[in-house]
């Protein structure tokens, strides 16, 4: 109940504030152009970021003079792991601020980082069991670890933090197709590194023709 009460108070400070800078930006009732729009919600997703958290989703409809919807994670808590903040899409999985903070910076984004984590996770997700604690996806490593029935992702790794042998590890044959495509060549001999699929394949005779 208290986490209720809180939200409800953050929530109405945030409508106003996103009402005021609205009325501020467009102050005629002049039919609003694509252009326009996009980038009022581009400096609006960050100043909201920035004031109230990088867990806030909010939707503008400008037909409605700025009416905005404004949601959060149902559920954070606090924790010795930090505060736990819970995915938009999936239930049963939280991130640690430590996570939002350090993808924030390492993919230099203050939008809302939580939608963008479900994102990738979608995609990381496939990777589950691959390797123990960790899941990949074509940006990057995610650390977790079990909290009972709920996936508690701990931190972000983006690829360009990653070692040749940590690239190696996390990205093998089972996962090559989630490597990002400028890691990726279509001659073998222009490659940084090479999978030991590939190096077994470089060494083998070709077959005699028949």
Same mark, same amino acid.
């Given at each position: 109940?208290?986490?209720?009460?809180?939200?409800?108070?953050?929530? @109405?400070?945030?409508?106003?504030?996103?009402?005021?800078?609205?009325?501020?930006?467009?102050?005629?009732?002049?039919?609003?152009?694509?252009?326009?729009?996009?980038?009022?919600?581009?400096?609006?997703?960050?100043?909201?970021?920035?004031?109230?958290?990088?867990?806030?989703?909010?939707?503008?409809?400008?037909?409605?003079?700025?009416?905005?919807?404004?949601?959060?994670?149902?559920?954070?808590? @606090?924790?010795?792991?930090?505060?736990?903040?819970?995915?938009?899409?999936?239930?049963?999985?939280?991130?640690?601020?430590?996570?939002?903070?350090?993808?924030?910076?390492?993919?230099?984004?203050?939008?809302?980082?939580?939608?963008?984590?479900?994102?990738?996770?979608?995609?990381?997700?496939?990777?589950?069991?691959?390797?123990?604690?960790?899941?990949?996806?074509?940006?990057?490593?995610?650390?977790?670890?079990?909290?009972?029935?709920?996936?508690?992702?701990?931190?972000?790794?983006?690829?360009?933090?990653?070692?040749?042998?940590?690239?190696?590890?996390?990205?093998?044959?089972?996962?090559?197709?989630?490597?990002?495509?400028?890691?990726?060549?279509?001659?073998?001999?222009?490659?940084?590194?090479?999978?030991?699929?590939?190096?077994?394949?470089?060494?083998?005779?070709?077959?005699?023709?028949?």
């Amino acid at each position: 109940m208290p986490q209720d009460r809180y939200f409800s108070y953050k929530k @109405s400070q945030i409508e106003n504030f996103l009402k005021s800078e609205f009325k501020k930006k467009f102050r005629s009732s002049a039919k609003i152009s694509i252009r326009k729009r996009q980038k009022f919600i581009a400096e609006m997703t960050q100043k909201v970021s920035k004031r109230f958290g990088k867990d806030i989703l909010f939707l503008i409809d400008f037909s409605k003079g700025g009416f905005s919807a404004v949601m959060s994670p149902v559920h954070t808590e @606090s924790t010795d792991k930090g505060k736990l903040n819970q995915s938009f899409s999936h239930p049963q999985v939280l991130y640690t601020s430590h996570c939002i903070d350090r993808f924030s910076e390492r993919m230099n984004t203050q939008d809302n980082c939580i939608v963008q984590l479900d994102v990738y996770l979608n995609d990381a997700i496939l990777s589950f069991g691959e390797n123990e604690g960790f899941l990949a996806c074509s940006e990057g490593i995610f650390a977790y670890e079990f909290d009972n029935d709920r996936l508690v992702i701990k931190t972000f790794l983006n690829f360009e933090l990653l070692s040749d042998d940590q690239i190696k590890q996390f990205y093998g044959s089972g996962m090559i197709s989630m490597l990002p495509v400028e890691y990726t060549t279509d001659n073998i001999s222009g490659a940084d590194f090479i999978i030991e699929d590939e190096q077994a394949l470089l060494h083998e005779k070709p077959q005699e023709q028949l």
